[in-house]
């Protein structure tokens, strides 16, 4: 078991109990970090206060609709306020307009794809930049975000979310160049499919977990505490040697031709 005890970490993604955030911030509440959550709207504060309350250590809870840079600054600013420095960052973060996923992908309008990149994607950039000092001074950290194999295959209905996951897949990459020199760590998980809130939008998703669970190797379907385990060793010492790289947790299926 990866040890995050004398850690700090933000996590920015908790909807509900079965959010993949959720599943990451109880691990790493259980290996000893002292964390920190936020709620993106009024709507969805109450459910992660609530979450909150059954964590060890008691959480810092944030507002942050990343698509406001004030909310960003102000997480920031709470969390140098509240605890002074972090060491990592869990980004859960990821939304389309229903018509993006609903219609062929051919039409796209300009206004969906910009939302779509800006919540997915863009979001991972904004918080680094904004907690990037609090990692310096901490003398480095890890930033983690959650990715999907759209980004690199196409999924029936994934349309501009696929798009966004590969522009959030680079941002990894230049992230790490560009944050190593601080001992900053870039990476992210690209896990098989979870029924969430989130993926309850995809139309077919329950034909996707079907095609997963016969095909890859381990034959079956993965679960939100198996991507948390693999999230602990990304955030913790023992993933230290590795940066700007995307980790399949998907029992295998990346790995299939057929
Ligand atoms: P989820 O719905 O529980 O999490 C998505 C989160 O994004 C929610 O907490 C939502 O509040 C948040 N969000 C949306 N718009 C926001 C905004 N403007 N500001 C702040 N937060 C906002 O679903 P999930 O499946 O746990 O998704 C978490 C991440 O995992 C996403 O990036 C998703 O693409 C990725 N992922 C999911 C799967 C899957 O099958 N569930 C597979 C691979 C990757």
């Not at 970490?9 to 109990?17: D, M």
Request: glycine share 10%.
């Amino acid at each position: 078991m990866s040890n995050l005890s004398g850690k700090q970490g933000l996590i920015v993604g908790v909807a509900n109990k079965r959010s993949i955030s959720w599943a990451i911030a109880q691990a790493a509440d259980r290996a000893g970090a002292r964390l920190a959550l936020t709620y993106v709207n009024e709507r969805l504060e109450g459910n992660v206060r609530k979450l909150a309350e059954t964590l060890t250590q008691p959480p810092v809870v944030l507002a942050c609709d990343v698509t406001q840079d004030q909310q960003i600054d102000e997480v920031a600013a709470g969390l140098d306020r509240e605890i002074g420095g972090l060491d990592f960052l869990v980004h859960g973060v990821a939304f389309a307009p229903r018509e993006a996923i609903t219609q062929p992908f051919l039409q796209t309008t300009r206004g969906d794809f910009q939302v779509a990149l800006d919540i997915s994607a863009y979001s991972f950039v904004a918080l680094a930049r904004a907690v990037a000092p609090l990692m310096a001074r901490r003398g480095g950290g890890s930033l983690l975000t959650l990715t999907y194999l759209g980004s690199e295959r196409v999924f029936p209905n994934y349309n501009v979310m696929g798009v966004a996951k590969a522009a959030l897949e680079a941002s990894v990459r230049y992230l790490a160049s560009e944050l190593g020199p601080q001992q900053i760590r870039v990476n992210a998980i690209s896990a098989g499919p979870i029924k969430t809130l989130a993926s309850a939008g995809i139309s077919g998703f329950s034909d996707i977990l079907s095609i997963y669970r016969d095909r890859a190797p381990l034959r079956r379907n993965i679960d939100a505490g198996e991507v948390a385990d693999a999230a602990l060793f990304l955030l913790s010492n023992a993933g230290r040697a590795v940066t700007g790289e995307v980790l399949l947790a998907d029992a295998g299926y990346h790995a299939m031709g057929l």
